[in-house]
């Protein structure tokens, strides 16, 4: 069912090291959205770089990956609940069952969220996948 996911799957982002993460497939959002806390900037050969933490599974917080890169754009974002906020992007590998593909990826604070990573509608028509909503891990459990 390469063309298929369910409304939650198992990603990878190997670029900033995480080999596995629930990720929740929402239509409704926009951008792709990755839980990130203690970020900070800094400067990388003359570039404006993010160094970020990430909670890599959502029942033992204590499992934390340090992630860096390249900011490709600072843009606000509009969340569901209609609060605006400035958000940095960056671009990033994503896997998911047998696609690889690069997607822009917004940093935020996701700690009230079940899940720590939403993929949204423009990385899931880049990647050319279709949602039934009514399953799930459809791209198996990696």
Do not use: Y
Not at 12 to 39: Q, W, Y
Not at 80 to 89: H, I, K
Not at 117 to 131: F, N
Request: hydrophobic content about 40%; proline content about 1%; glycine content about 8%.
């Amino acid at each position: 069912m390469s063309g298929m996911v369910g409304w939650q799957e198992w990603v990878a982002l190997p670029d900033i090291g995480i080999e596995r993460l629930m990720c929740k497939v929402d239509t409704g959002a926009k951008n792709s959205a990755l839980h990130a806390f203690e970020v900070e900037t800094f400067q990388k050969d003359g570039q404006d770089w993010v160094r970020f933490s990430i909670h890599t599974d959502e029942e033992d917080l204590s499992k934390v990956q340090v992630g860096e890169a390249l900011i490709q754009d600072i843009r606000c974002v509009t969340d569901s609940g209609g609060n605006v906020t400035e958000r940095f992007f960056i671009e990033t590998t994503l896997e998911i069952g047998d696609i690889q593909l690069n997607i822009p990826v917004s940093l935020t604070s996701r700690d009230t969220m079940a899940f720590k990573m939403l993929l949204g509608r423009s990385a899931l028509r880049a990647a050319g996948l279709i949602v039934d909503s009514r399953k799930s891990f459809l791209q198996g459990t990696k």
